[in-house]
């Protein structure tokens, strides 16, 4: 089974950075999962900011985070990265941490992931 766990959001100034981590279990080393990060500000629905192919370590970011954030992993630690530069207040939102199993393209949306992590709350006041 696997299982994601989210640490690292905090309350920053617009123009602050933050890093999320993103610790998973679980995951069997020789398939290929979508890596993702979801956030949901209030009222909001759950949208997806970053993707990373396990494997191929190829990556996608929607275009609000594009050029400020960036997602990576360290496959030793079975862990995934959501490093935030730039912040805005409109980056304010829970994040989550998701998997699914097989590729990224294609699949954006919340229901596409079998697996989601807690959440963590980031916070960008002006």
């Known amino acids: 089974q696997v299982q994601l766990a989210e640490s690292g959001g905090g309350s920053v100034q617009a123009g602050g950075s933050l890093r999320l981590t993103c610790g998973a279990s679980?995951?069997?080393?020789?398939?290929?999962?979508?890596m993702s990060w979801f956030r949901q500000g209030p009222g909001q629905g759950r949208e997806r900011v970053a993707r990373?192919?396990?494997?191929?370590?190829?990556?996608y970011y929607a275009d609000s985070v594009r050029g400020r954030f960036t997602i990576s992993q360290d496959n030793a630690k079975n862990t995934l990265y959501l490093q935030m530069n730039s912040l805005k207040r409109e980056d304010t939102a829970m994040y989550y941490c998701?998997?699914?199993?097989?590729?990224?393209?294609?699949?954006?949306?919340?229901?596409?992931?079998?697996?989601w992590g807690q959440g963590t709350q980031v916070t960008v006041s002006s």
């Open positions: 990373l192919n396990n494997r191929s370590g190829q990556t």
């Open positions: 998701a998997a699914r199993v097989g590729n990224c393209a294609g699949f954006r949306q919340p229901a596409d992931y079998a697996y």
């Open positions: 679980g995951l069997t080393y020789s398939s290929t999962y979508c």
